[in-house]
């Protein structure tokens, strides 16, 4: 029948494939059976839960739907921490998720701070050499250089305000 894991695994593999295929709608409906299914038989915390609450906020954030991806992607590290600690590779995916999310909300603060946890956790985990660490420095290297661009860019606004305010009218 329905209420078995392979079977929430399933729908959660399928939600997934159609994520990557763009079907958004049609993964959508796969996940939420996945996550009905997976907290029927085990309740809130579980790592098949974490995964398709992680795979929901992948989803929402390709819809654009950033408050709902916020907040699936928040449950799923939840989850995570309490299942597996800080030092686990799911751990890691949650922090880059949730610090790739608030870059593209340019909320910079906030992707620093994900992002450096991800890195810190990924370091000590994996080494310095890994290609996820080094990819996890490349991201927190686009961090500095937008916040970077937008305080430059901040001081060319003032100064063209600063001169606008002195045009004759």
């Given amino acids: 029948g329905e209420a078995h894991s392979d079977v ?22 796969y996940l939420l ?4 299914i997976s907290i029927n038989l085990y309740g ?3 790592g098949g839960v974490a995964d398709t609450y992680n795979n929901l906020g992948k989803l929402y954030r390709k819809q654009k739907n950033l408050d709902l991806s916020e907040e699936y992607l928040r449950k799923a590290l939840e989850i995570r921490l309490k299942l597996y600690g ?14 790739s999310l608030f870059f593209e909300q ?23 050499e890994h290609p996820d660490t080094i990819a996890l ?6 961090i500095y250089k937008k916040a970077e661009q937008k ?14 305010g002195k045009r004759p009218s």
């Fill in 8 to 29: 929430a695994l399933s729908y959660n593999n399928l939600g997934t494939l159609c994520l990557k295929q763009n079907k958004l709608n049609l993964s959508e409906r």
């Fill in 33 to 36: 059976k996945s996550l009905e």
């Fill in 44 to 46: 809130e915390e579980y």
């Fill in 86 to 99: 800080e030092e686990h590779d799911d751990v890691i995916g949650s922090y880059s998720n949730l610090g």
């Fill in 106 to 128: 340019d909320k910079l603060d906030l992707a620093e701070e994900y992002g450096r946890k991800a890195l810190a956790v990924s370091t000590k985990i994996k080494g310095k």
């Fill in 137 to 142: 420095e490349e991201f927190m290297a686009l």
């Fill in 151 to 164: 305080k430059r860019g901040n001081k060319f606004l003032k100064f063209a305000a600063k001169l606008l």
